[in-house]
């Protein structure tokens, strides 16, 4: 009898095609955290996207040996909850890393050339003429600040230093300085540096009690007035108060975001009246290059487990 494994939300047919060779794939009614527990009580393995594993959840599985996370983080899943169960959590880190670089360079053209200001223009109020009132910038020789130099980080600065030539400078602490070195990145040791002398700020750091509120209030008076703030990277890290308030008062000149603080955001955001900003509903992730490889990724290591291979990526290892 195949062991059964829980798919919370849909992933990439390739995944599920290469899980169904080895496992039986099951689904709860909803997302739900109660229909969740009811359809993992008897699953070997679980597959999570975006929603929460909680440890209750974890604890109402007795015959769980794996939990995947589809995707490159895993903030939305209790490392140490399974840790204490000894399950690894095995996920997908890089798998991600040219679809969400692309979408933040995609959200700093869209604020640059004012593309989705102009098409509601000309589409609902066929206001070709807002062609002349309108004044758009280029991305040549602006300065883009990256905070944090990571994977996704390192394809953004190639994209904007070789595709628009850009002057790139970067802030992170735990980055060896030979690294953006390579890159012809410029390394700054103060993040204050970093926003004061940016066009660009592009945030591409992991949601951490650390990171928590990294942008806020002091942090975005920093900034330029005439600069675009980009995140791609999670919605706990910035303020989104603090964010708001700035581009209402003029405080900066935009922003383009992936990512919010809740998710999803209330349908009141006063983010999504303001012309200046850019949003898009998390998405930056899910070209179907990405989704697939995310998919193909995870199942490997959730087969590996069932399997007593070992994986490759376990984003708990050192709690186990």
Known sequence: MKPKVLLVQEIHEAGVDLLKQEVEVIMPKSTKPEDIKAAIKECAGVIVRNQKLTKDIIEAAPNLKVIGRHGAGFDNIDL????????????APGSNNISVAEGAVGLMLALAKKIPEADNKLKKENDFQFRVRVRTLELNQKTLGLIGFGQIARHVCQICKFGFN?????????????????????LVDDLDVLLSQSDFVSLHVPSTPETFQLINQETLKKMK??????????????????????LTQKEIAGAGLDVFDPEP??????????????????????????LKRMAVMVVHGVLDVLNDRSPQYVANKHLL
């Open 265 to 290: 955001p209330n349908a009141d955001n006063p983010l999504f009246t303001m012309n200046n900003v850019v949003l898009s509903p998390h998405m930056c992730a899910h070209t179907d290059e990405g």
């Open 80 to 91: 140490q909850a399974a840790a204490d169960k000894g399950l690894p959590v095995v996920y």
């Open 166 to 186: 850009m002057n790139v400078i970067t802030y992170d602490k735990f980055i060896s300085p030979e690294i953006p070195k390579e890159y012809g990145v410029k």
């Open 225 to 246: 007035k005439t600069a675009f703030f980009i995140n791609t990277a999670r919605g706990p890290v910035v303020d989104e108060k603090a964010l708001i308030k700035a």
